[in-house]
């Protein structure tokens, strides 16, 4: 089993910035893929970026590709995601993701095994 809890998020301007991160508990982290997703009201979830095992290879929507980043951090078992020039269509709730399945399989956009409860993120016009 994999505990994930995520914080960082909060009330930004738009154009500011924030970081969150997902500190993960349970299975040995350096074996699980890393995602994050986010929802917004009314909306499905989507995918958000992704990052594998190594850290060597990310993969990031295109509504956000050049402004966040996804990163980990193996020997403390956290993952981030850098968010830049935020956009109040950015505003959702966040919420990282871990997976066993290799990343290459789809570039870390499909199914994950455990799911942190979120962190909202809310970003002003």
């Known amino acids: 089993q994999v505990r994930l809890v995520e914080s960082g998020g909060g009330l930004v301007q738009a154009g500011g910035s924030l970081r969150l991160s997902c500190v993960a508990s349970?299975?040995?982290?350096?074996?699980?893929?890393m995602g994050w997703f986010r929802q917004a009201p009314g909306k499905e979830r989507e995918f958000v970026a992704a990052?594998?095992?190594?850290?060597?290879?990310?993969y990031h929507a295109d509504s956000v590709k050049g402004r966040f980043a996804i990163s980990r951090d193996n020997t403390r078992k956290l993952a981030y995601l850098q968010m830049n020039s935020l956009k109040p269509e950015d505003t959702a709730v966040y919420s990282c993701?871990?997976?066993?399945?290799?990343?290459?399989?789809?570039?870390?956009?499909?199914?994950?095994?455990?799911w942190g409860q979120g962190t909202q993120v809310t970003v002003s016009a």
């Open positions: 993701a871990a997976r066993l399945q290799s990343f290459h399989t789809d570039q870390g956009m499909g199914p994950y095994d455990y």
């Open positions: 349970g299975r040995s982290f350096g074996t699980l893929v």
């Open positions: 990052v594998s095992w190594s850290g060597g290879a990310t």
